[in-house]
């Protein structure tokens, strides 16, 4: 079996590639060949009406988000872990919301802001009002797409709503409750073949993002079954091989925040011994042994 790990044409993060080689190092440990390749090279491409490949793949640990390459390699027989569905709904935070719901997952209520295409649109009061009527105050204006917490504010007010609505409003956004229980925390569960492996605690005493890129700190911990469950319904529902589902405590209830196709699991082995890379590996070369 032949594959690739592939990452951004333009990664930047330390993490992101100890991350790819990490899944490369436990992907040779159980037989299965794969590079590390960054997205640029043009894989794929349309010839002749039909995708197709540059070489020939079997399968491909794919932990960029960018949907065209992800379809294309489908559509010429390679298999994806996260698929590309899968990684579609996670990277686009609203859709990830309409996906879970209905499905017995707990969320923060949630408001979907409308698409602006015009640059000179002004937002009206009555907007901002209703805003601030259905979730009350303080609230989370939240960019539809970004990682490591950018893209995320905190308005405690109408006037900080209004400001934030403005900056947001050519980009899709989303307005969402706050749950304030433990501010600067949540738990980041570890799922792996629709099982929950690792849970990190991820606390930031300076900023009311959790994320360790906004200096949040990791430290391993143990969590209700409910929790437990919440993270691996989240898996099942968006079709997830691997994933880390961000989980806010509010008094005790398992509140989903976040689910991260490409969650960086770097922190999560150090703090709590487990080898992520290794159970996803597993993960995947089990699935292509059953094909």
């Known amino acids: 079996m032949r594959g690739i790990v592939l990452v951004n044409a333009y990664i930047r993060a330390e993490g992101a590639f100890r ?43 794919y932990l960029d988000k960018d949907k065209y390459l992800s379809r294309m390699l489908e559509k010429c027989g390679v298999r994806l872990f996260n698929s590309a569905r899968a990684v579609e709904l996670c990277d686009d935070k609203m859709l990830t919301y309409i996906a879970l719901a209905g499905g017995g997952v707990r969320m923060p209520d949630t408001l979907a802001a409308p698409l602006c295409y015009y640059e000179d649109a002004a937002l009206s009061p009555q907007y901002i009002q209703g805003i601030g009527q259905r979730l009350g105050y303080p609230l989370i204006v939240k960019k539809s797409f970004g990682s490591w917490g950018m893209g995320i504010e905190l308005v405690e007010n109408e006037e900080q709503l209004a ?8 980009e899709p956004h989303l307005y969402q409750k706050y749950i304030s229980a433990h501010r600067g925390e949540d738990y980041r569960v570890i799922v792996v ?10 606390k930031n005493s300076g ?80 699935a292509l042994h059953k094909k």
């Open 19 to 61: 991350q790819a080689e990490r899944m490369c190092e436990e992907l040779a440990a159980r037989g299965l060949e794969a590079r590390i390749e960054r997205n640029g090279g043009f894989l794929c491409s349309i010839e002749g009406g039909e995708a197709v490949l540059s070489e020939p793949l079997d399968f491909c640990v």
């Open 193 to 202: 073949g629709g099982r929950a492996i690792a849970v990190m605690k991820r």
């Open 163 to 170: 400001a934030a609505a403005e900056a947001f409003r050519m």
């Open 207 to 286: 900023d009311f993002r959790s994320n360790i890129e906004c200096g949040g700190k990791g430290s391993p911990a143990e969590v209700p079954p409910s929790f437990i469950r919440q993270a691996e319904r989240c898996a099942e529902i968006l079709g997830l091989d691997y994933c880390g589902v961000d989980i806010l405590d509010d008094n005790g209830t398992p509140v989903v925040c976040e689910v991260n196709s490409n969650a960086f699991f770097n922190e999560a082995e150090r703090v709590t011994g487990v080898n992520v890379a290794g159970a996803f590996a597993a993960h995947i070369a089990a």
